[in-house]
């Protein structure tokens, strides 16, 4: 899978980094990333309005000294009037700059903003701040695989217990092939005889069944225990679980990393449901998830008991 990575790069001699691979090495450096690279190139400041309302940049490079204006005109129009928190490099060949307590003044308290003085290592620090971009969007996809194999723990632990509550209930074959019947909803598994036949016992076809169908089976073969306590208890608590793990699962499979105005989340679509994820909301998924795994683990004791 590929992830696009959006650069919006304006310089009225912008040519010149094309000309000398500049751009291509970008390019190229991006690619070797695992990223495809989507450079817009703005020649002339006067249209940079139809560009920044354009896209969701990840990164917005920029001439300080344009023929038309300065950088701080570019940022004030970037940051206050089209509110977007995206990383923004500047680059100058005008040592002056540093010194200019104007220019100072114009930047100062600017988040995610860079100032590289010097062409001659521009390339190095285009690469370098792409990487710490890269970074935070690989941190929030790191995540996201850490969830999706949490959940994934879940499910089978639950497949786990599901085989020691059939033994414990003393379940016969007649009565694993009732809850098959039961939980038979497409046109397909109604053809239970033959189905069953197919895997020919509860063992094999359990763990091939959807998410959601084991749990409601998982759950069926604990409501005959709730008199304890306990059990009760857990049931009472796992009645979130189909939000919490099921659908964030789901979820997370059809999730793509975006920078949204300067803000990291997975978006996607699922059954024509639009959903976002953030690093704050990771977070709750995370303790979510955390909680379920310890009732789980209580669960086991109890069971053993």
Avoid at 5 to 17: A, P, V
Avoid at 53 to 72: A, E, P, R, V
Avoid at 216 to 242: G, S, V
Avoid at 268 to 276: I, M, R, S
Wanted: charged content about 30%.
């Amino acid at each position: 899978m590929k992830f696009e990575y959006k650069i919006l790069w304006i310089d009225n001699d912008l040519q010149s980094y094309i000309d000398n691979d500049s751009v291509n090495g970008i390019e190229v450096f991006l690619l070797e990333k695992g990223f495809e690279p989507i450079i817009e190139k703005v020649f002339d400041e006067a249209n940079l309005d139809q560009f920044i309302t354009k896209h969701n940049y990840d990164l917005i490079i920029s001439d300080y000294n344009l023929n038309n204006t300065t950088g701080d005109a570019v940022i004030k129009q970037i940051r206050e009037e089209k509110q977007l928190d995206t990383e923004i490099l500047f680059y100058t060949a005008q040592n002056s700059y540093m010194n200019n307590e104007q220019v100072m003044k114009n930047l100062a308290f600017k988040e995610r903003l860079t100032f590289q003085v010097g062409r001659d290592t521009l390339l190095q620090k285009i690469e370098k701040v792409i990487e710490l971009t890269l970074k935070k969007l690989l941190e929030l996809n790191a995540t996201r695989g850490l969830i999706t194999a949490a959940t994934s723990d879940l499910d089978s632990e639950i497949e786990e217990i599901v085989m020691q509550l059939i033994v414990k209930h003393n379940k016969s074959d007649d009565d694993l092939k009732q809850i098959v019947t039961d939980k038979a909803f497409t046109p397909l598994e109604k053809r239970v005889s033959s189905f069953w036949d197919n895997y020919n016992n509860f063992q094999n076809y359990f763990h091939k069944i959807d998410a959601i169908k084991k749990w409601e089976i998982f759950r069926d073969l604990l409501k005959p225990l709730n008199a304890q306590a306990e059990i009760k208890t857990f049931l009472d608590h796992n009645k979130t679980y189909q939000d919490q793990v099921i659908k964030i699962r789901n979820q997370f499979a059809h999730a793509k990393g975006i920078d949204d105005n300067g803000v990291l989340k997975l978006k996607g679509q699922v059954e024509g449901q639009d959903f976002e994820f953030t690093e704050e909301s990771c977070v709750e998924i995370r303790k979510n998830l955390l909680t379920h795994k310890r009732n789980i683990e209580t669960l086991r004791q109890e069971l053993n008991k």
